[in-house]
């Protein structure tokens, strides 16, 4: 495993791909991960970004928010944010009981780039994006 969780590859069948939090399948975090309290009740949460190749392809980033057990607490889709084909988060970081994060959005390979930035909030049940640039 090591950060990496890599996929059945069915005989004759498509790529699966691999979801992971490693850039390049090396020993760097794709973002280091952050652990703030996000939920202002005194205690820790841990944010993380994962990869996902589902199909072959890499799909938009997610950042994960979980708390102690491990459960998770939450997730943004970036796709859900920027409708592009890609979006990777080049920077993340706690201020104020929210996660600031930035990114980039493409299409196909390097087309349309777009730099973005927002920050991530608790809003008591829910991860919502706020302030998105």
Avoid: I
Avoid at 55 to 67: Q, S
């Amino acid at each position: 495993m090591a950060g990496h969780l890599p996929l059945r590859h069915p005989k004759g069948g498509a790529d699966p791909g691999f979801a992971t939090v490693l850039r390049s399948h090396g020993s760097h975090f794709l973002v280091k991960p952050v652990l703030a309290d996000l939920t202002h009740d005194g205690k820790s949460e841990l944010s993380g970004v994962l990869l996902c190749s589902a199909g072959g392809v890499t799909w938009p980033e997610l950042v994960m928010v979980y708390e102690r057990g491990p459960k998770l607490l939450g997730f943004v889709n970036l796709g859900d944010v920027t409708k592009a084909e890609h979006s990777d988060v080049t920077s993340m970081s706690a201020k104020h009981g929210d996660l600031r994060l930035t990114w980039k959005s493409y299409d196909g390979c390097c087309f349309q780039v777009h730099k973005h930035s927002a920050t991530v909030h608790w809003t008591g049940s829910k991860l919502v994006m706020r302030n998105v640039k």
